[in-house]
């Protein structure tokens, strides 16, 4: 759910009074590299409901649709908060603001559309989808939006560990079989750990221009040094829920799929570590992030 996913642009440019931030351009607002953070989510359910009871292709296409489009709602209406904000709606331009709040519109007609296909789904399976929307719906809202704008109370990486990770997960499960499962939910903790590392490392990068911006996130909060050890915890974390899922019988087909993220995961580390400049830290992790729930998603087929 973190809309700041992956964005590698340069957020904190000085610009001249007559240009326009390209943070707000469409392209750039909508933070296309953050998608696959629905579609590695969603698949994750469909797949685990595919095998275990079946599902219709048109039911899997539209929890898959309506997971983009709400991520890609939530990444597009994730600046308007910066009008409110009175430190960056200084430095804002017209051309700025009508980005802004073209891209708010946009977001808005993603969540409908996301909306529609959820009453759908909802029929065919019971009321406690329409729930389950519900409470992802005010998770992807309030996480920029007043009056609780969660980011800035530091629980954005707690809650994107059950908004989109566990919840996403399970959602896109129900909606194709219409039943529980705690399957499900085992299946979900392991990229769930690395949903809330993507979103830290935005934050880790994000340090300085957090702090003088007064957005008191959680690495603002507990400081540079504890976020390090954070994300070295959910990394670690990721791989452990992954160990724990894999049987004996498993145990050496799966150690090569899960060598590409390992590797990545390395790399990874070794940036955090070693580097005071985070800038290539959240694509490494989204990269990161891709592979391991490629390499999840093979292993439910195997």
Same mark, same amino acid.
């Given at each position: 759910m973190e809309s700041n996913i992956i964005n590698t642009s340069n957020q904190n440019a000085t610009l001249e009074p007559t240009n326009t931030n390209p943070k707000y351009r469409?392209?750039?607002a909508l933070r296309p590299f953050s998608l696959p953070v629905a579609a590695i989510t969603c698949t994750l359910g469909i797949s685990v409901g595919w095998q275990v009871h079946g599902a219709t292709p048109i039911s899997a296409t539209l929890v898959l649709l309506a997971g983009l489009l709400l991520q890609a709602g939530v990444n597009l209406i994730n600046d308007h908060a910066d009008l409110k904000n009175p430190t960056s709606a200084n430095r804002l331009t017209a051309h700025d603001i009508e980005n802004i709040t073209l891209n708010y519109r946009l977001g808005w007609i993603c969540f409908s559309v996301c909306a529609i296909i959820g009453l759908y789904l909802t029929y065919q399976t019971s009321i406690f989808l329409l !729930?389950?929307?519900? &409470? /992802? /719906?005010?998770?992807a809202l309030f996480y920029t939006t007043e009056p609780i704008h969660y980011k800035r109370r530091g629980l954005g990486v707690i809650l994107v560990f059950l908004l989109m990770g566990v919840l996403m997960v399970y959602g896109a499960w129900f909606a194709v079989t219409g039943e529980h499962s705690l399957q499900a939910v085992w299946i979900s903790l392991p990229v769930s750990f690395f949903t809330s590392a993507l979103l830290l490392s935005?934050?880790?990068?994000?340090?300085?221009s957090d702090q003088k911006e007064g957005l008191k996130t959680l690495t603002v909060r507990w400081g540079i040094?504890?976020?390090k050890k954070l994300y070295l915890v959910l990394i670690m974390g990721g791989f452990v829920a992954m160990a724990l899922l894999i049987t004996d019988q498993q145990l050496w087909v799966v150690s090569l799929i899960f060598v590409p993220p390992l590797i990545l995961a !390395?790399?990874? &580390?070794r940036t955090l570590v070693s580097n005071t400049d985070l800038t290539s830290l959240p694509p490494m992790t989204g990269r990161l992030y891709l592979v391991f729930g490629i390499s999840e998603i093979i292993f439910l087929y195997l």
């Amino acid at each position: 759910m973190e809309s700041n996913i992956i964005n590698t642009s340069n957020q904190n440019a000085t610009l001249e009074p007559t240009n326009t931030n390209p943070k707000y351009r469409f392209i750039n607002a909508l933070r296309p590299f953050s998608l696959p953070v629905a579609a590695i989510t969603c698949t994750l359910g469909i797949s685990v409901g595919w095998q275990v009871h079946g599902a219709t292709p048109i039911s899997a296409t539209l929890v898959l649709l309506a997971g983009l489009l709400l991520q890609a709602g939530v990444n597009l209406i994730n600046d308007h908060a910066d009008l409110k904000n009175p430190t960056s709606a200084n430095r804002l331009t017209a051309h700025d603001i009508e980005n802004i709040t073209l891209n708010y519109r946009l977001g808005w007609i993603c969540f409908s559309v996301c909306a529609i296909i959820g009453l759908y789904l909802t029929y065919q399976t019971s009321i406690f989808l329409l !729930v389950l929307a519900i &409470i /992802g /719906g005010l998770g992807a809202l309030f996480y920029t939006t007043e009056p609780i704008h969660y980011k800035r109370r530091g629980l954005g990486v707690i809650l994107v560990f059950l908004l989109m990770g566990v919840l996403m997960v399970y959602g896109a499960w129900f909606a194709v079989t219409g039943e529980h499962s705690l399957q499900a939910v085992w299946i979900s903790l392991p990229v769930s750990f690395f949903t809330s590392a993507l979103l830290l490392s935005n934050e880790l990068r994000d340090y300085a221009s957090d702090q003088k911006e007064g957005l008191k996130t959680l690495t603002v909060r507990w400081g540079i040094a504890k976020a390090k050890k954070l994300y070295l915890v959910l990394i670690m974390g990721g791989f452990v829920a992954m160990a724990l899922l894999i049987t004996d019988q498993q145990l050496w087909v799966v150690s090569l799929i899960f060598v590409p993220p390992l590797i990545l995961a !390395v790399i990874a &580390i070794r940036t955090l570590v070693s580097n005071t400049d985070l800038t290539s830290l959240p694509p490494m992790t989204g990269r990161l992030y891709l592979v391991f729930g490629i390499s999840e998603i093979i292993f439910l087929y195997l």
